[in-house]
């Protein structure tokens, strides 16, 4: 049975749960509860919520958006809830945010080895432009930058 959920502009209430997705699927190189809290008062940031019908945060996804570039700064899913379609909706409504605000494109940076989440991105419009070498850590890992434009 699918999961029920909704995507909602992150919230004050969100960002407790938020920080223990980002530490589970980030490790070392997650963002603080702090960090993710200065984003509700940040005008250049565009943070969302995958919360249940329960109200429980399943996932998030934020982007910075600089004049009409996009780019997307994490995209996380609660391991229990992944499979669920949660990364592509976040995905989606970034997408549409975006658009929303006229940007002329949205990128990313996503490691090499993620398959699943390169492939939901090709599905979803973003070509690869390029390699940062060792831009990961923990481990150390190249990142592709993908990167979706907008026609206007």
């Known amino acids: 049975m699918a999961m029920n959920f909704n995507i909602l502009p992150m919230q004050a209430q969100h960002t407790e ?4 997705i ?4 980030f490790g070392k190189s997650a963002w603080s509860k702090e960090s993710i809290d200065y984003q509700l008062t940040n005008d250049c940031a565009y943070f969302f919520s995958a919360v249940s019908d329960d109200g429980k945060v399943l996932g998030y996804g934020g982007s910075h958006i600089a004049v009409d570039e996009c780019y997307i700064d994490n995209i996380a899913v609660a391991s229990a809830f992944r499979g669920e379609g949660i ?5 989606q409504k970034l997408i549409e945010n975006a658009r929303k605000k006229r940007c002329a494109f949205i ?3 996503v ?3 993620n398959l699943v989440a390169v492939s939901l991105y090709e599905k979803l419009g973003f070509v690869t432009l390029g390699r940062r070498k060792n831009f990961y850590s923990h481990p150390t890992e190249d990142a592709l930058i993908m990167t979706l434009y907008f026609s206007r």
């Open 22 to 25: 980002e530490k589970v699927c």
């Open 87 to 91: 990364g592509k909706a976040l995905t």
């Open 111 to 113: 490691r090499v080895s």
């Open 17 to 20: 749960s938020i920080a223990g």
């Open 107 to 109: 990128s990313l940076e």
